[in-house]
Nanobody
Framework: QVQLVESGGGLVQAGGSLRLSCAASGGTFSIYAMGWFRQGPGKEREFVATISTSGGSTYYADSVKGRFTISRDNAKNTVYLQMNSLKPEDTAVYYC????????????????WGQGTQVTVSS
């Protein structure tokens, strides 16, 4: 059973930066593709970014492309989301998720989820 724990959320002004972390345990981290998703107030959960098992391939939602960077450290069993140039519309609970082998932007294809971390961007 894989456990995921997110950290790094908080309150930041528009234009600022945050780095989210997601620590994994209970499985062989290097065989899991990882994804970040978010759910804003009154909105459905949406895809943010995903990364392949090796870290060699990454994919982003258009809304965050050029501002967010997903990365992973397989030695530390951790995936990161560096968020720059934050906007009020980035306010959401951010979740990391994992699935074996193949990265995808489809949330229903992920097997394991963290509890989420709140990101609030003030204008």
């Amino acid at each position: 059973q894989v456990q995921l724990v997110e950290s790094g959320g908080g309150l930041v002004q528009a234009g600022g930066s945050l780095r989210l972390s997601c620590a994994a345990s209970g499985g062989t981290f290097s065989i899991y593709a990882m994804g970040w998703f978010r759910q804003g107030p009154g909105k459905e959960r949406e895809f943010v970014a995903t990364i392949s098992t090796s870290g060699g391939s990454t994919y982003y939602a258009d809304s965050v492309k050029g501002r967010f960077t997903i990365s992973r450290d397989n030695a530390k069993n951790t995936v990161y989301l560096q968020m720059n140039s934050l906007k009020p519309e980035d306010t959401a609970v951010y979740y990391c998720a994992s699935r074996k082998y193949i990265a995808t932007r489809h949330s229903d294809q992920y097997n394991y989820w963290g509890q989420g971390t709140q990101v609030t961007v003030s204008s």
